[in-house]
């Protein structure tokens, strides 16, 4: 068997252990892992963040997800469509359709493309919020740039 010190760790495989924790649920781990990363010196690039995101909000850890979105700018890297439309996604559960307003208002402002999905995922935290009114007026922007509606 190979020892542990023998087995390299690059980038590549750290996205591919955070992906699989968030699918396991296991958050924790995959901030461990995204930590690991940056304590190993290893080149930490939007897939890796994008993962851990998206690990944060499938087990519910919202606070998480928007601290790595918030993040990046630190890390000197663009967030892109797919950082905001998982941490808007992570607000849906936990009444949080301000914040999922407050980040697709940012993503306009910072000229980053919204996607069908990205739009979706806010209407969901509205709804699940009871701010049809919010729903609405979000639903007119939608329209009004022209983004198809899945």
Known sequence: AMAQSEVEC????CNCMISACGM????????????????????RNNFCVNA???????ASQWEKALKLLSG??????EPVTISFTSAISSCDKHDGWRRA????????????????VTFGAALSACEKGEQWKKALQLFSTMLRGEIEAD
């Open 101 to 116: 307003l407050q980040l697709a208002s940012a993503m306009t402002q910072s000229n980053i493309e919204s996607t069908p």
């Open 72 to 77: 990046l700018a630190q890390g000197k890297m």
């Open 10 to 13: 690059n980038a590549t495989a």
């Open 52 to 58: 851990a995101i998206n690990a944060c909000k499938q």
């Open 24 to 43: 396991g649920e296991q958050w924790e781990k995959a901030l461990q892992l995204f930590k690991r990363m940056w304590w190993n010196r290893l080149e």
